[in-house]
């Protein structure tokens, strides 16, 4: 049997972090290809190319400086080469760049090909509706496509500090095969098939750390974050059930839920935006630009469509906490509508 | 129909501040007696008696001293007089002295009467195992008693920030009337008759508060913290499900559960005692007199019991977590075993 075929399209931070563990893991296995492609958009860096760069130096100057990559990832500037032979695509670029990265890739990749999107994010949808990354890829591709989240601070990865992900993947067969590429001493990977539930908690988290760092801008206490963070986990219960249904209860107490709620509350670029954007006044769309440059700050916007599937569905008013924050966003509501909104959200749901 | 009368056993930094929300909200109401008795154990403060000075200048100079006290609240150096016409009895006095606060009180309260445990921690039963103070109360006083939890962090009530508490109540006549009770404009209160899993989701919450003080102690990063939250309510539900059954898992949403969690691993007791233990190396009995005067530190203790509990059914392989805490406190498992426990934890539970 073949030995399988590993790539990553993309070099960003999460890329290369994540680059160092498959590296590490293909190099052990008996089962896989030695060599990891890794598409590099190519940019010139102190004259040279960032390729070049990294494949003499093993190291990703542009985007992880302070870490070494395993000889084995091999950098390429040309994203058919890098994929066309693979078994397994590991999609880790901007949500932005998916549709047309797709588009080269289309009848360019295996058939039997299987993509693990680890990209955070979504699309907009032409009815203003969330489209995960996963459905565009596998849409566009048509190869099925997982996903990897739930370890949203990729540096503590990198430092090998431990954290926990979750994989959420429809094909029971590749569960080993995911886990065994993904994982390290301290990155612990649980494999489930609730794939759209990984997804999209994912993605709401974002909303609720944004509201979570109002409330550190204005101050207030760990009783009213920890309200915030349990109204959160109840609206993602419930947006789910509407939008997702059929997902399990379980698998909000995987990474991908409650624990990466409770560090996007406490860590999280969005949280640290909207501190700044209580504490400055200053309008999201300048803050974003100084604090968390080359990032797309998710909260804003993932608040924006949820508010857009949840008014088309007349459900806007069940959904207090997300609805508020959406309104502070776009300078709808005050800041103290937020602690109102738990004052007075009712528990029956 | 006779006005209800409430009064309030303690007089403690707990107790003070529940009986500003107790004053305004009786006062305020038709149905209930204005006048509060508070069962103030008496101390000689600066030459003059405890409950002196509280009725005359309003505050609890010793556990308090920064509030004032409606002036309905009535400081009574007696606790049978206190409580002897009272309809509604509020207990918020440190756990070691409900046993004999209850023998005084035999055959002296309303047969009619309804109890309301504001205690944190539980006694140690013969056989070792955790009994709940709201049990203790129902079984010596034979009256119903009720548990008001998930408000850890009485500055924050006091200074009116917002908090949620959750009321477990067995008997739904009583929903209202306690709510109207506790409630405040800041302090949102929940009731639900699921009163043993509020009382013992509180209760587990140090233990794992404990472990996220080891985790900072040893300076690990926010995904650690984040997998001892994560797997510390996996064990919680666990636990509960072995010990209390028919227990529902919507109470777990509520403030005792998730919200009251959060806010012990970032800003309790345990946490701050756990911290301080990695980072010396003193006993914990040496520590507790030093960082938390006046307070049991309840994650050590808890975390014995919960361990005695579990050995009994040959459990403790199923509940690594809470084991391997119990066993740093002891000092049976060095402080790394902590994050070996997060990796090798089973997931199926």
Known sequence: MDRINVCIIGSGNWAT??????????????HMEPIVYMYVYEEIVDGRKLTEIINTTHINVKYMPDFVLPTNIVAVDDVVKTARDADILIFAIPPTFV???????????????????????????????????????????????????????????ANDNFVEGTIGCRDQKYFRLLQDIFKSATFRVVVTDDADCVEICSTLRNVIAFGAGCADGM????????????RGFLETLQFVDVFYPG???????????????????????????AEAFVKTGQPLSEL??????????????????????????????????????????VGDQPLTRLVETLRFAREDM
């Open 219 to 230: 101050e207030l206490n760990e009783n009213t974050k920890a309200g915030i963070i349990r």
């Open 247 to 273: 997902c399990r209860m379980a698998t909000f107490f995987e990474a991908c839920g409650i624990s990466d709620l409770v560090t996007s509350c406490y860590a999280n670029r969005n949280r640290k935006l």
């Open 288 to 329: 974003e630009h100084i604090l968390i440059p080359g990032h797309e700050p998710l909260g804003p916007v993932t608040a924006e469509l949820v508010h857009i599937m949840l008014e088309k569905k007349g459900l806007a008013d069940k959904f207090p906490l997300f609805t508020v924050i959406y309104k502070i966003c």
């Open 99 to 157: 549709n047309s990265c797709c588009k080269t890739l289309l009848g360019k990749v295996k058939p039997t090909a299987h993509a693990v999107s680890l990209i955070k994010g979504f699309e907009r949808g032409d009815d203003g509706q969330i489209v995960l990354i996963s459905q565009i890829i596998m849409r566009q591709l048509k190869i099925p496509c997982s996903v990897l989240v739930g370890c949203n601070l990729a540096h503590e990865i």
């Open 17 to 30: 972090t994540i680059a160092r563990n498959v590296g590490r893991n293909v190099a052990n296995s008996q």
